[in-house]
Nanobody, 123 residues
Framework: VQLQASGGGLVQAGGSLRLSCTDSRRTFSNNAVGWFRQAPGKEREFVSGIGWRGGFTLYSDSVKGRFTISRDIAKNTVYLQMNSLKPEDTGTYYC?????????????????WGQGTQVTVSS
């Protein structure tokens, strides 16, 4: 699995961004996919996850109600729609393919990590 995250950028507080995670080898269709983020000097933290068919989703409490994860199986892409962004959402966002078809909040449940995309939210 070779994942690539994209869609990051600089946005003002209250704005929106949509991140994309694509598997160039088209092999993660049977895996859960998770989004994590890491701010400077902080641990990488779980943001959201989605099951292999898209019917089961997880969100961290800090983003619940503002972020929406989805996947387009035909395009082999997972999206993270981020609305009402806050400065504390700033960080490098990573997507990862799970070891199974069910998403988890645990980093150890994910085996393949893509390069991150930077999200910066200004106040």
């Amino acid at each position: 699995v070779q994942l690539q995250a994209s869609g990051g950028g600089l946005v003002q507080a209250g704005g929106s961004l949509r991140l994309s995670c694509t598997d160039s080898r088209r092999t993660f269709s049977n895996n859960a996919v998770g989004w994590f983020r890491q701010a400077p000097g902080k641990e990488r933290e779980f943001v959201s996850g989605i099951g292999w068919r898209g019917g089961f989703t997880l969100y961290s409490d800090s983003v619940k109600g503002r972020f929406t994860i989805s996947r387009d199986i035909a395009k082999n892409t997972v999206y993270l729609q981020m609305n009402s962004l806050k400065p504390e959402d700033t960080g490098t966002y990573y997507c990862a393919a799970g070891r199974s078809s069910v998403p988890s909040t645990s980093r150890s449940s994910y085996a393949s990590w893509g390069q991150g995309t930077q999200v910066t939210v200004s106040s």
